[in-house]
């Protein structure tokens, strides 16, 4: 069994955090936190890959993907 590197998307959200991979569709893993939800996903990935392998499905490659903050200029919003 290898092992691949894929990108992750984690989101913040009021009650926990949320993960999704670009390059996996559909497959998703919740957590209250941070590593939490990175250890839920791994196990998501993981689970989702076996399935894929027991219906012969290939496993998606990764995209070598990167995320990250860009600051921009935002206009002052008009109030009526």
């Known amino acids: 069994m290898g092992q691949r590197q894929y990108l992750i998307i984690i989101e913040q ?28 996903m791994r ?3 993981e689970f ?4 894929m392998a027991l219906h012969g499905e290939e496993i998606p490659e990764e995209s070598y993907g990167t995320a990250l903050y860009v600051t921009v200029a935002v206009p002052e919003s008009v109030t009526a």
């Open 48 to 51: 989702h890959f076996e399935g």
């Open 43 to 45: 196990a998501a990935l």
């Open 13 to 40: 959200t009021e009650n926990n955090y949320g993960a999704y991979s670009p390059d996996v569709p559909g497959c998703v893993a919740t957590g209250d936190t941070l590593g939490e939800c990175i250890d839920e």
